[in-house]
């Protein structure tokens, strides 16, 4: 019942990144990509600083700024990517290729853990990929462009995120870790702004996306962000990759729910295939341990 909590904890994180994928490709019309992600992740770190003030005994503490910053640099390095990416491509493309790190998460972590992928592992990310790949994909052709190759290099520090999370917090305190993780995130993404992206023009800005943009900034960083790695922090690296990628799952379903996308027989494959994936990974493994037990 515990890890079942964690697992719904992940999946309440990827419910509302699913949301972000046409804000974002929406906000990126008038805010550049560094400049979104320095804003969205300054506040959040200054969020997480004020509410958890009473841990501030180990902000300082060499083992969370560490572990926190390394963290942070992979994301920052991630969502830099994605966002570029999203720029010169599909929301559904995007999502599909990010997705891809669910393939990636368990031969990387098997280099830091030494725990060799499973054959349900394996089974799994093949169905959860193939799943996404007929939701996102199903109204066009496939083709790889420059906002897809930049999706797909997301993907792979998406990957070594999760891996670092999984090996960072043990021992110590998650909630430390992201606030530093957060904070290394909005330096970077500043440092980038300034160097190689123009300023938006403030004044021209719509309210919309004002709201766009305080509601990535609480609801996909501060709180989403944080769930995932509470959960990450008491799950493997591979089950917790495979329950993020049903982000671009719910991605979809909000396309659909809006008027943005159509429902169709696509679509509904992806979605058996995803669900029979996640089925494989964290059903199958324990009813076959019961079976044998029983035996």
Known sequence: MKSMKYRLIILCATLIWGSTFVLIKNMTDSISPAWIL??????????????????????????????????????FTAYYFQTIGITDTTPGKNAFLTSVYCVIVPFMAWVTTKRHPTRFNLAAAVLCVAG??????????????????????????????????????????????????????GACSWIAAFAFESAPNWSAI????????????????????????????HLPPASASLLLSTEAVFGTAFS????????????VVGFALVFAGILVSEVLPEKLAESRERG
């Open 38 to 75: 320095g804003i969205r992740f300054t506040c959040a770190a200054a969020i997480l600083a004020v509410v958890f003030a009473k841990r501030r005994a180990l902000y300082l503490d060499r083992g969370h700024v560490l572990g926190g910053l390394a963290c942070g640099l992979a994301l």
């Open 132 to 185: 996404v790949g007929f939701i996102s994909l199903s109204g066009g052709s496939f083709s790889l462009r420059f906002g897809d190759a930049m999706s797909l290099a997301g993907a792979v520090f998406f990957a070594l995120h999760i891996v670092l999370v999984a090996k960072v917090s043990q021992g110590r305190d998650i909630y430390v870790i992201t606030m530093w993780q957060f904070a290394a995130v």
């Open 206 to 233: 719509s309210w919309q996306t004002w709201m766009s943009l305080a509601y990535l900034t609480i609801m996909a960083t501060t709180v989403a962000l944080l769930f995932q790695n509470i959960g990450q922090a």
């Open 256 to 267: 659909v729910a809006v008027g943005a996308e159509e429902l169709s027989a696509h679509i």
